[in-house]
């Protein structure tokens, strides 16, 4: 006979009977070390995190429930009996695994075939969302959160000091110490305990805080470190009573550090720590009225100068403008965060410091909207209110600092919403709230955070490839499946971020973050190991097209933008094939003196690119060229073509030239192509350069149609 599945309530009341049995925290001290903990050999690789984001581990929020759970009744230190320990930590598995299937099983019951195909959103429903929100993947890395949070309050030094005991700067420094001492103490518990029986195994001493070495690795007084320390420790007088549904307000979550009864102090999970140095702050700040006010200025600077510093550090100070008021005649209609004008392109940046209320990752749907619409929707209606504007006559964009960004060739306008703080599954529900439009100008827009931006600015290296991953986003959107943003710009590091036009929908699995993960690591922590993933970072390297990318993606001309884009879009086989034959080319070409050219669609862009190897002079190099993309872009009707003249012998760029126009009729053209020899796929690319001599009334081999005297001769 088939029983009812329990309800929350019950489940949740096992587990409180649970972590208040004797010597549950050494449970929770095994299932810290079991799921947290991250050991690698000589390097650390994507193999070694892929563990963190898998599905067989708690994750911190579970993991925060247990002690939660754990702190509503008196704590018992002893530690169980081998069986006992084992039953602690199987029942603490079993527990939460039924918890999670209870909250599936509402979010997702109903669910069908017919009602997704009818254009139902599994995914728009409150139940669903908070599901989402509860288990979604840490959008931040801990040293994020470590080292932003100095920034974040660098101008409340003066108020932390004397409120709490603590600097922004001594923040930072004692979790960098308190990280590395706890574990040196926890490999020292490690090796203790092979030397002990079974019966006295337990890893509890290892997650202790030995405040003397932390204030002697980071130069402090131990005075400074309990200090700090004090100020995210749990009051156990407290008692935790309000705490009783697994997604409730918990304590433990922003005060991460217990205290035995002997005065020692115990920290079971790092991540809460950090992430409560870089919020909890701003919250003791509202308790303080007088001073709130210049709290909240300060946040403000914060998002939007740490913004602008990371897209200066990609785009240069001359493509970045911060706080540009929009003004149509004398009317001010609009202000941008942050623009960037690169080639064509435009970039928008508003941003929001706005974090998920307590009853919307409860799964109140109305919340959940309110608070979405606070945080995203409103950032992203204002950029599109400023994007509208560039093709209007007599609009004028004014930076404080004076300059007046030029937006008079923008032909594509990208908004990105950025939010300051954590905002869990926020990919999701941007999917399902943000009310979004696309045009010829307007694309899609980015949801995000400043950790994804801190991410991204940091793993791409120049504003060539950021502006791929933007387009391609844009583009793929709608196709994507994701929780969490670093889950698909692991994905495009990895393998590009094209979706086949067969697929309707990829889900990505949080897992292919995990190399992204590593090389983070590498660069942030000072890991040893890789800090560039294999992927679309290496796969151009030493290939012809690699050399050109390299030559033009620091360069905003607008020739060179879209071509650039063009050619990181290709998938590898067709980069490889391309550039073997362009290295044929340009050798024949340098040894012969003659002239080569290649021309390929670019279907998914409306766009082709044609390649000319010759040595002519300049303007007759350039008036051939552009003939030959005038008519290939009729034969193609296409909206937009391509070109690149290289050298002989070195293959290095002379110039490019770009012709953008909607298709027409027109009587000359029609005749050319009419005659002209079909466009070149990839796929058919030759292995090598035929080398054969052409009559000169011949028909010129770049398929013009023209006779060869008449054309490239």
């Known amino acids: 006979m088939q029983t009812e599945p329990r309800t929350e309530r019950e489940i949740f009341d096992d587990l409180v009977e649970l972590c208040s049995r004797p010597g549950y925290v050494h449970a929770v001290a095994y299932l810290c070390f079991r799921d947290n903990v991250i050991r690698y050999r000589k390097d650390v690789t994507g193999d070694d995190f892929a563990k963190m984001r898998s599905f067989e581990r708690l994750i911190r929020n579970e993991i925060n429930a247990l002690i939660g759970c754990m702190v509503k009744a008196e704590l018992d230190w002893s530690l169980p009996a081998p069986a006992g320990m084992t039953e602690l930590i199987e029942l603490s598995d079993s527990l939460?695994?039924?918890?999670?299937?209870?909250?599936?099983?509402?979010?997702?019951?109903?669910?069908?075939?017919?009602?997704?195909?009818?254009?139902?959103?599994?995914?728009?429903?409150?139940?669903?969302?908070?599901?989402?929100?509860?288990?979604?993947?840490?959008?931040?890395?801990?040293?994020?959160?470590?080292?932003?949070?100095?920034?974040r309050y660098a101008n409340d030094g003066d108020w932390l000091i004397d409120k709490k005991g603590y600097s922004p700067i001594d923040a930072r420094e004692i979790c960098r110490a308190l990280f590395d001492s706890q574990n040196q103490i926890l490999a020292s518990v490690l090796g203790e305990m092979r030397k002990k029986h079974p019966s006295e195994w337990t890893v509890l001493e290892g997650f202790r805080l030995d405040i003397d070495d932390i204030a002697a690795r980071c130069g402090k007084t131990t005075e400074e470190v309990a200090k700090f320390l004090s100020a995210f420790t749990y009051q156990s007088e407290k008692g935790h009573k309000d705490y009783s549904q697994i997604d409730d307000f918990n304590e433990v979550a922003v005060t991460p550090i217990l205290q035995a009864p002997n005065g020692a102090q115990y920290l079971f999970q790092y991540y809460p720590l950090v992430e409560a140095s870089y919020d909890s702050p701003f919250y003791w700040f509202s308790e303080d009225k007088e001073y709130f006010p210049t709290a909240s200025s300060n946040r403000g600077d914060f998002t939007e100068t740490f913004l602008t510093e990371r897209l200066i550090s990609i785009f240069g100070s001359e493509s970045v403008f911060s706080n540009v008021d929009v003004y149509e005649g004398k009317k001010r209609i609009g202000e941008m965060d942050c623009l960037v004008v690169f080639g064509e392109y435009a970039l928008i940046f508003q941003a929001k410091s706005q974090r998920l209320t307590l009853p919307a990752r409860k799964g109140k749907l109305e919340k959940l909207k309110d608070d979405f619409g606070r945080a995203v929707q409103k950032a992203y209606d204002q950029a599109v209110t400023c994007a509208k504007a560039i093709p209007k006559e007599g609009v004028r964009y004014v930076c404080p600092d004076g300059r007046e960004p030029d937006l008079s060739n923008i032909e594509r306008v990208y908004p990105v919403c950025v939010l300051a703080d954590h905002y869990p599954a926020l990919a999701m529900q941007a999917r399902s709230f943000l009310k979004s439009t696309t045009d010829s100008l307007l694309g899609a827009p980015l949801v995000c955070d400043l950790f994804l931006i801190d991410v991204v600015t940091e793993m791409l290296p120049s504003p060539l490839r950021l502006l791929s991953y933007i387009t391609l986003r844009a583009q793929f959107g709608e196709k994507i499946l994701v929780t969490n943003e670093l889950a698909t710009f692991g994905y495009y590091l990895r393998q590009n971020l094209w979706v086949d036009d067969?697929?309707?929908?990829?889900?990505?699995?949080?897992?292919?973050?995990?190399?992204?993960?590593?090389?983070?690591?590498?660069?942030?922590?000072?890991?040893?190991?890789?800090?560039?993933?294999?992927?679309?970072?290496?796969?151009?390297?030493?290939?012809?097209?690699?050399?050109?990318?390299?030559?033009?993606?620091?360069?905003?001309?607008?020739?060179?933008?879209?071509?650039?884009?063009?050619?990181?879009?290709?998938?590898?086989?067709?980069?490889?094939?391309?550039?073997?034959?362009?290295?044929?080319?340009i050798r024949d070409a340098g040894r012969t003196g003659g002239h080569h050219d290649l021309t390929i669609p670019l279907e998914h862009r409306d766009a082709g690119l044609s390649i000319h190897v010759n040595s002519d002079p300049n303007q007759e190099a350039s008036d051939k060229l552009r003939s030959h993309m005038l008519y290939r872009k009729y034969?193609?009707?296409?909206?937009?073509?391509?070109?690149?003249?290289?050298?002989?012998?070195?293959?290095?760029?002379?110039?490019?030239?770009?012709?953008?126009?909607?298709?027409?009729?027109?009587?000359?053209?029609?005749?050319?192509?009419?005659?002209?020899?079909?466009?070149?796929?990839?796929?058919?690319?030759?292995?090598?350069?035929?080398?054969?001599?052409?009559g000169r009334?011949?028909?010129?081999?770049?398929?013009?149609?023209?006779?060869?005297?008449?054309?490239?001769l």
């Open 502 to 585: 067969a697929l309707n929908m990829m889900l990505l699995d949080d897992t292919v973050a995990s190399e992204l993960d590593a090389a983070m690591t590498v660069r942030r922590d000072g890991l040893p190991g890789k800090d560039t993933l294999k992927g679309i970072l290496t796969k151009l390297k030493n290939t012809r097209l690699g050399k050109l990318v390299a030559e033009v993606e620091h360069d905003p001309n607008q020739f060179s933008v879209g071509m650039g884009l063009a050619i990181l879009e290709m998938g590898e086989d067709s980069v490889r094939k391309m550039s073997s034959t362009l290295d044929l080319m």
């Open 96 to 151: 939460l695994a039924e918890y999670h299937d209870r909250m599936t099983a509402d979010a997702y019951g109903g669910m069908s075939a017919e009602a997704i195909q009818s254009g139902f959103d599994p995914m728009s429903t409150g139940e669903a969302l908070r599901e989402a929100v509860f288990y979604a993947a840490e959008s931040a890395y801990v040293f994020q959160f470590r080292d932003m949070a100095c920034d």
């Open 635 to 694: 034969a193609q009707r296409a909206g937009n073509w391509f070109g690149l003249l290289l050298e002989p012998t070195t293959g290095k760029p002379r110039f490019g030239a770009k012709v953008r126009a909607p298709h027409a009729f027109d009587f000359e053209l029609e005749a050319i192509t009419t005659k002209a020899a079909p466009l070149q796929k990839f796929e058919d690319l030759p292995a090598q350069v035929v080398k054969r001599k052409i």
């Open 697 to 712: 009334n011949d028909p010129c081999p770049c398929g013009s149609g023209k006779k060869f005297k008449r054309c490239c």
